[in-house]
């Protein structure tokens, strides 16, 4: 059975972590993003794992490899043209229509139990099976409906936290897919798996299948999200501070809750507290840097922000994200 992983995206809010690699090539306390997921795989005895591509392909290429030191095979598969989440996946007919295979979105670090899953795809018979969570906190993920076991509609935006009742299920972005699939995956165009796969595949009478499963599950696809849940992964560690290669951090500096990429250094008074800092951001004598996210300014000079990225400035050699807005 082969897998894959879903890695094309541009990473549009996570922007300036995103302006010199793609989202799944982020570093994550020091592991490429999307070499969670290969690991992920791999523990579930996944050898062949593919690999879609889109923008800044080479970034993803340099994160992974061949994917040995994560466990697995890896082949990619590149998109000239975005072609969304179904229709990565009709780019890799070739590769994927022969047998059962699953499929998991690059952005996510999990520990949902995918051996399970494949249990209730086969018991059910199902054309698709969705992995799903209850959304307690009803963050906005879109709702699942689901009845005796299966999927019957997707919904919209849960509504807010302080309402009362069962908390909506949520789409993990994991899911396992029969090869007949196919049959409902437009060729050679842009297409997204809920709205032009599976609502028409409901419509005609399909079984797909939901799997509710417990467990870890992070998706970091802001970044607000990219800095709290590496927070939470270092609290699971004991730790509230991450370091990569060949940090300088003065002894009379503070740092606290804190993901520093490579080569940061931060110097004699500086502050630093929820914050990440890019590769090779210096940290000046005496500045305080708060709820915010770093980068170098001459990697981001010239460039025009995405349209989902939030506001930031320069300030000195550095480029600065607040949080807080």
Same mark, same amino acid.
């Given at each position: 059975?082969k ?20 989202k799944?090539?982020?570093? /994550? ?5 999307? *070499? ?6 791999? &523990? $579930?005895?996944? =050898?062949? %794992? +593919? ?8 970034? /993803? ?5 061949? *994917?040995s030191?994560?466990?697995?095979r890896? &082949? $990619?598969?590149? =998109?000239? %043209? +975005? ?36 249990q209730?795809?086969?018991e ?25 076991g299966?999927?019957?509609k ?8 302080s ?31 809920v ?13 797909i ?36 290669r ?26 630093v ?12 004598a ?21 349209p ?18």
């Amino acid at each position: 059975m082969k897998a894959i992983i879903l890695a094309a995206g541009y990473g549009e809010r996570l922007w300036p972590l995103t302006s010199d690699r793609t989202k799944p090539a982020l570093p /994550v306390l020091g592991t490429p993003l999307a *070499g969670y997921v290969a690991e992920y795989l791999a &523990q $579930y005895g996944f =050898e062949d %794992v +593919i690999v879609n591509l889109h923008h800044r392909p080479e970034s /993803v290429r340099r994160a992974l490899g061949d *994917g040995s030191q994560f466990g697995v095979r890896l &082949q $990619y598969v590149h =998109e000239p %043209v +975005i072609l969304g989440t179904s229709g990565a996946l009709d780019n890799a007919r070739e590769l994927l229509e022969g047998d059962t295979f699953v499929v998991v979105n690059g952005k996510l670090i999990t520990d949902l139990d995918l051996k399970a899953a494949l249990q209730t795809h086969r018991e059910r018979k199902a054309l698709a099976t969705l992995v799903l969570l209850p959304n307690p906190k009803r963050e906005r993920f879109s709702i699942v409906e689901t009845r005796d076991g299966l999927v019957r509609k997707f919904g919209g935006m849960p509504a807010p936290s302080s309402a009362e009742g069962e908390p909506p299920l949520m789409f993990t972005g994991i899911h396992i897919l029969e090869p007949r699939i196919f049959e409902y995956i437009p060729h050679g165009v842009f297409s997204d798996s809920v709205s032009d796969v599976y609502v028409p595949a409901l419509a005609k009478g399909e079984r797909i299948a939901a799997h509710v499963a417990a467990g870890m599950w992070y998706e970091l696809s802001t970044l607000r999200r990219y800095l709290e849940i590496s927070l939470a992964l270092l609290r699971r560690r004991g730790d509230d501070v991450y370091a990569g290669r060949n940090p300088s951090i003065d002894k009379d500096a503070g740092v606290h809750e804190a993901v520093l990429w490579d080569d940061v250094t931060v110097e004699r008074g500086a502050q630093v507290r929820r914050a990440v800092l890019g590769d090779g951001v210096r940290v000046p004598a005496g500045a305080r840097v708060e709820d915010a996210v770093v980068v170098r300014a001459k990697i981001v000079s010239g460039l025009t922000p995405p349209p989902k990225a939030l506001k930031g400035h320069v300030q000195g050699d550095n480029f600065v994200v607040s949080l807080s807005q």
